[in-house]
């Protein structure tokens, strides 16, 4: 039976999102097994919209993942995530400096190796040229909403706000992306890797690149044969190894990352050229895609080494 842990802190938008009579069905009826909007729809008896407003919303709060499963088509198929939820009413509410959590835009890599297929658009127009290497090196990449490139990396520095003398408990990242092919399509998979101060953490394989419908914030202009959203993917490390959406990856621990050793956090995501599925990479900004977000890292830490 698959648990998710809580303490009240944690819980608080958890109950806003289940404090809803149809998230509440859509849930139970996860139960049975996965599921697509129309299916929900359809069992609720409510319009489309309103299904997948709501599938949105508990997507958002962690409870059900949505995934492009090939052989379906290009239908989104929901997938519940745990069997129960339990709120610890006796731990105490975790102070705020113990988390410390940075945004940052896709856009502002500070290096990078990128091979074409590649490109990168701003919110209201492309950013110098298409399958250009030399456009990623732009000024104007810090306004990047939507960045692709076949095999490759891009490189971000966060900076490094971890207290000293304290013990390093978790890092998380999570960002909106998936494969690159020409214009789109839905079954193109992507072996997609990440690295923290040079570890790799481990791969996670896009099953595709979307389009053919408008994602919910991709702007008019950018056309629906082009790209148009990604899947939300949460990466975490701690000190029982590495994760993908709570699916362990690898075993590489937070401390193999010595994070207090350097004045910055690297974070490296892209596409090796060996890859066995090498089908590129999309990035989307908080403008772009289905969800309101540039690339989020968290740290939780402890006052008690």
Request: with cysteine; proline share 5%.
């Amino acid at each position: 039976m698959r648990t998710l842990q809580l303490t009240l802190h944690e819980a608080l938008e958890i109950c806003k999102t289940l404090a809803n009579e149809q998230r509440m069905e859509i849930v139970k009826i996860l139960t049975e097994g996965p599921k697509n909007v129309n299916e929900l729809a359809e069992r609720l008896n409510v319009p489309f919209s309103t299904a997948a407003a709501n599938v949105k919303k508990l997507e958002e709060a962690g409870l059900i993942a949505t995934e492009m499963v090939p052989g379906r088509g290009s239908q989104k198929i929901n997938t519940k995530l745990y069997d129960r939820v339990i709120i610890n009413l006796e731990e105490q509410k975790p102070k705020s400096e113990d988390c410390i959590t940075f945004e940052m835009g896709i856009g502002e890599y500070v290096t990078c190796e990128v091979e074409p297929s590649c490109g990168l658009v701003g919110d209201g127009e492309i950013i110098h040229m298409i399958d250009d290497p030399r456009s990623f090196y732009e000024p104007e990449r810090k306004s990047a909403q939507l960045i692709w490139f076949r095999s490759g990396f891009v490189e971000y520095h966060f900076p490094n706000r971890i207290p000293y003398g304290v013990s390093v408990e978790e890092l998380s990242f999570s960002l909106e992306l998936c494969s690159e092919a020409p214009y789109h399509k839905v079954d193109w998979p992507s072996d997609i890797s990440c690295w923290i101060n040079e570890e790799e953490l481990g791969d996670w394989t896009s099953p595709g690149d979307f389009g053919g419908e408008r994602g919910f914030l991709t702007p008019s202009w950018w056309e629906t044969h082009n790209t148009q959203y990604g899947l939300l993917k949460k990466w975490k490390v701690n000190r029982e190894g590495s994760f993908i959406d709570g699916y362990k990856i690898s075993d590489m621990t937070i401390d193999q990352l010595k994070l207090l050793e350097k004045p910055y956090i690297s974070l490296k995501i892209g596409v090796k050229k060996d890859a066995v599925n090498a089908g590129g990479i999309n990035l989307f900004g908080s403008k772009f895609g289905n969800y309101e977000q540039d690339l989020i890292m968290k740290i939780k830490y402890s006052k008690h080494a």
